[in-house]
C-alpha cells in the first residue's frame, strides 16, 4: 500500500504540496524501488521546528529536517519534519533553488527509513554520498526547482 501525505503548516514560503508528492512518488518507486510505503511530510515555520527539536531531540534553534521513523519489517514508515525557512538560508548558502534543498532533505528523510544514520563522521559521509547520488537522479525525473514558488 502506499501512502502519502503532505501538509503545508508554514505560510512564508510558496510551496507545491503536488510537486512534493510527486518528487517523492518518483524516489519511493523509480529511484529506491519501494512498492509499498507510508510517509507523512509536514512543513513547519522556525517556532514550531525548535519546539519539536528541543521537545524530541533535546536540540536548542530550529534544524532544517527531522524524521520520524516508525518502520517495521523493511516497510519505509515515517514522518518528515521539514522547516522551509532554514532550507532558505542553506539554498542560498549554496546557491540551489528552495524547491533543490527540500528535495534533498526529503531524501535525507527517507534514506533515515532505510537504515542509514549521520552520527558519525564516517556514516554521515556514506549518507551524503547516497543523498547527492539520488537528488542528481532526481532531477533528471522531476522538476525540483518547481516545489517553490513565487
Not at 8 to 35: D, G, P
Not at 63 to 82: A, G, K
Amino acid at each position: 500500500m502506499k501512502f502519502l501525505t503532505v501538509q503545508n503548516k508554514q505560510r512564508a514560503f510558496k510551496i507545491s504540496s503536488k510537486m512534493i508528492q510527486e518528487a517523492t512518488h518518483c524516489i519511493m518507486e523509480v529511484l529506491l524501488k519501494h512498492k509499498t510505503y507510508h510517509l507523512s511530510i509536514v512543513l513547519v515555520n522556525e517556532k514550531r521546528m525548535a519546539e519539536i527539536n528541543l521537545e524530541h531531540l533535546n536540540h536548542d534553534g530550529a534544524t532544517d529536517v527531522i524524521t520520524f521513523d516508525y518502520s517495521e519489517d523493511n516497510l519505509p514508515n515515517s514522518e518528515i519534519i521539514l522547516c522551509p525557512a532554514v532550507a532558505h538560508e542553506h539554498a542560498k548558502h549554496h546557491n540551489v533553488s528552495l524547491g533543490h534543498e527540500l528535495a534533498r532533505y526529503i531524501i535525507h528523510g527517507i534514506l533515515h527509513t532505510r537504515g542509514y544514520n549521520d552520527i558519525t563522521k564516517k556514516d554521515r559521509s556514506v549518507m551524503k554520498r547516497k543523498e547527492w547520488r539520488t537528488l542528481n537522479k532526481l532531477t533528471e525525473l522531476v522538476h525540483v526547482d518547481d516545489i517553490s514558488y513565487g
